[in-house]
């Protein structure tokens, strides 16, 4: 069997399909191939199913530690993760089956099958039953994303040495765990855990957790964190991990050893590379080994593309779903503008929230800017104080000399959701001043905001 199309993807993550959709938009003929997962690992062991399982999370918290500040009064309280992990699961498949329907909708043709490039404009796939097609495509993108990486000598075996994918997998917890990496993966699943029971140690080789955040951000998860029990060990690094007879045991450069039921090891991704034929099309790499690619996301064999965590260490899902609409209106003849990925925004959905975007205040001056400050902390501000989360603050980094917004740094809560408004700022070149004087509904965790757009020019009102 044999097709032609003006576009082909490899992957239907949140930026294959995204690109699928798009280039569909805009008039080309489009079929789309996924091996496993419709809507990537994002929707279905990803960012969709932790979010379900930290709200739950953040109910249960609430339940155990907060009940009395509330006025709740209750008896032989059971905590159920059965039940959250289902949740979870209804909660992806709800949006996997949407995926499929926009498909559906948008007249794509679906490959549910392995695809290999041939060369440059044929790819062949291999369905589930054992059917095999050719695919012949004027433009290729590729969209094959990215997995955890082990831990040099410790391959994940699912059971003891496991990544994210088989800890949002399971139904079980564990009674004690260990996390390599103090990220946005490990803290989001030593909340989520540590709130149902788990024993949680992070191990993080940097000075903090989130060590690429605003230290003063980190310095107060991390005070968070030790109210909720977690223990966290910085400046730390893992010199083996070995399976036990009843466990694991992670060894330290000290040669002390800490012992688990299980440890998840969250330090890194590597990009999905292997055996989709990027030789026989002649796909060039970069030195760290994922896809290299130009402002449009080409690669240097002109037809064929390539987006997201294969091409990128910038992983997350709305920077792929924006690099796929970029390279589709690309091939369709449109303009577009090349992505500052400096400039995206990085969400966190640890409790309390972390938010950042561009410069962290030491990362600007280091960079040679003269920059203003305004800061405005949650406690000041009546909507935290009424949902009972005053801890936080907003900080702005501004240039001192043209009053450019360089970049945010959040901590507090819902704070994933005042990043828009920060990053549609600074796309369209508007400085603190105009977010100062946009007014903010009263009461709302945005006024937060207004303050420190206010405070970078010393006039914030409340603080």
């Given amino acids: 069997m044999s097709e032609n199309y003006d576009l082909v993807v490899l992957g239907a993550g949140p930026g294959g399909y995204v690109a699928a959709i798009r280039a569909a938009q805009l008039g ?5 191939i996924e091996k496993e ?4 690992v994002c929707l279905n062991v990803g960012c969709i199913p932790s979010k379900s399982l930290l709200k739950n999370a953040e109910v249960a918290h609430t339940l155990q530690h907060r009940a009395r500040e509330f006025g709740f009064s209750f ?8 039940k959250a992990f289902k949740r979870s699961r209804q909660v992806s498949g709800r949006l996997v089956k949407g995926v499929g329907f926009l498909m559906k909708k948008n007249g794509i043709a679906v490959y549910d099958g392995v695809g290999t490039l041939l060369d440059a ?3 062949e796939v291999v369905m589930g039953d054992g059917e095999k097609a050719i695919l012949n495509a004027t433009n290729i993108i590729i969209a094959t994303g990215a997995r955890p990486r082990p831990l040099p000598g410790a391959p994940f075996d699912g059971e ?3 990544s994210y994918k088989d800890a949002i997998l399971s139904d079980n917890l564990p009674e004690k765990l260990i996390i390599i990496g103090g990220g946005v993966i490990g803290v989001e699943f030593a909340y989520m855990w540590a709130n149902y029971g788990v024993d949680i140690t992070i191990i993080e080789m940097m000075p903090h957790l989130l060590p690429n955040e605003d230290p003063a951000v ?6 968070a964190y030790k109210k909720l029990k977690v223990k966290v060990m910085t400046k730390t690094a893992v010199s083996k991990i070995t399976p036990t007879d009843d466990g694991v045991s992670v060894t330290l450069p000290d040669g002390s050893t800490l012992e688990a039921d299980k440890v998840m090891v969250a330090i890194n991704f590597q990009p999905n590379i292997e055996g989709i034929g990027l030789e026989a099309a002649g796909v060039e790499l970069t030195e760290r080994g994922n896809i290299a690619i130009d402002d449009q996301m080409r690669t240097n064999v002109p037809n064929i593309y390539a987006i997201g965590d294969v091409a990128t260490d910038f992983r997350l899902a709305h920077i792929a779903s924006k690099m796929g609409m970029i390279a589709a209106e690309a091939m369709a003849g449109k303009e577009t503008k090349p992505i500052e990925y400096l400039m995206m925004p990085r969400a966190t959905y640890s409790v309390p929230q972390v938010a950042s975007f561009g410069y962290t205040e030491a990362a600007a001056i280091e960079a040679g800017y003269e920059v203003n400050i305004g800061s405005f902390n949650f406690q000041a501000n009546g909507k935290a104080l009424g ?3 005053r801890d936080g603050f907003i900080k702005i980094i501004s240039d001192a000399k043209y009053g450019e917004i360089l970049g945010a740094s959040m901590i507090g809560p819902d704070v994933t959701e005042l990043l828009p408004e920060l990053t549609l700022a600074q796309n369209v070149g508007l400085t603190a001043v105009a977010i100062a004087q946009n007014v903010h509904a009263h009461p709302t965790l945005s006024e937060a905001l207004m303050e420190a757009a206010h405070a970078v020019e010393g006039q914030a009102i409340h603080a």
């Fill in 218 to 223: 980190s310095k107060l998860l991390e005070k």
């Fill in 160 to 162: 003891r040495i496991i």
């Fill in 387 to 389: 949902l009972g989360e």
């Fill in 75 to 82: 008896d032989n309280l059971t905590l159920d993760y059965g």
């Fill in 28 to 32: 080309l003929n489009c079929a789309i």
């Fill in 121 to 123: 404009n044929r790819i």
């Fill in 37 to 40: 997962y419709w809507g990537g």
